[in-house]
T-cell receptor
Framework: GENVEQHPSTLSVQEGDSAVIKCTYS??????FPWYKQELGKGPQLIID?????GEKKDQRIAVTLNKTAKHFSLHITETQPEDSAVYFC???????????FGTGTSLTVIP | DTEVTQTPKHLVMGMTNKKSLKCEQH?????MYWYKQKAKKPPELMFV???????INESVPSRFSPECPNSSLLNLHLHALQPEDSALYLC?????????????FGPGTRLTVT
């Protein structure tokens, strides 16, 4: 199978600061890494993803980096806003398994 | 449009009841998923349907019975549940199974078993 570890479990930042969440995976065959944001009482929302043939991807204030050699990937949120407060999950996927393996989640609080 | 809809939003049922959860997507996706999510935990995969056929069952108890009547609909039939089955039940879909495709989640059904 696949084991995805996510750190930190909780993160508090001041509005305007950056937030970084890190995940590691165990199976080198994993080739797709999405990030989800889950607000209270809602389903997970796909916010950004990266494929194994890419090292970095950016979408406005959100970026994801992937280090295949070290088997870790990170979510970077710049200029954080209170509405970024949510639980963030990373996941890893490989074609052969057809399953998404989720990290344990990071509860991000942005303090106004 | 990347919308997956789920009904009902909330469901309270007794241990002897029979109820069903419904999920719908109109994105032309051929892979659909059921997940169970407990508070402060990641989603746990229950079932995967590919082209309306069950392809993965993660050893889910038989009191949960999935059904995929067509490519847009996914149901989860519930019978004789236990209080520990109380959770958020999430439906998701992706274009196909077995490849690198985005997976989109619905808002979930909050189930309480009394």
């Amino acid at each position: 199978g696949e084991n995805v570890e996510q750190h930190p479990s909780t993160l508090s930042v001041q509005e305007g600061d950056s937030a970084v969440i890190k995940c590691t995976y165990s199976d080198s065959a994993s080739n797709y890494f999405p990030w989800y944001k889950q607000e209270l009482g809602k389903g997970p929302q796909l916010i950004i993803d990266i494929r194994s043939n890419v090292g970095e991807k950016k979408d406005q204030r959100i970026a994801v980096t992937l280090n295949k050699t070290a088997k870790h990937f990170s979510l970077h949120i710049t200029e954080t806003q209170p509405e970024d407060s949510a639980v963030y999950f990373c996941a890893a996927y490989k074609n052969t398994g057809n399953q998404f393996y989720f990290g344990t989640g990071t509860s991000l609080t942005v303090i106004p | 449009d990347t919308e997956v809809t789920q009904t009902p939003k909330h469901l309270v049922m007794g241990m002897t009841n029979k109820k069903s959860l419904k999920c719908e997507q109109h994105m032309g996706h051929r892979a659909m998923y059921w997940y169970k999510q407990k508070a402060k935990k990641p989603p746990e995969l229950m079932f995967v349907y590919s082209y309306e056929k069950l392809s993965i069952n993660e050893s889910v108890p038989s009191r949960f019975s999935p059904e995929c009547p067509n490519s847009s609909l996914l149901n989860l039939h519930l019978h004789a549940l236990q209080p520990e089955d109380s959770a958020l039940y999430l439906c998701a879909s992706s274009l196909l199974a077995g490849g690198v495709y985005e997976q989109y989640f619905g808002p979930g059904t909050r189930l309480t078993v009394t």
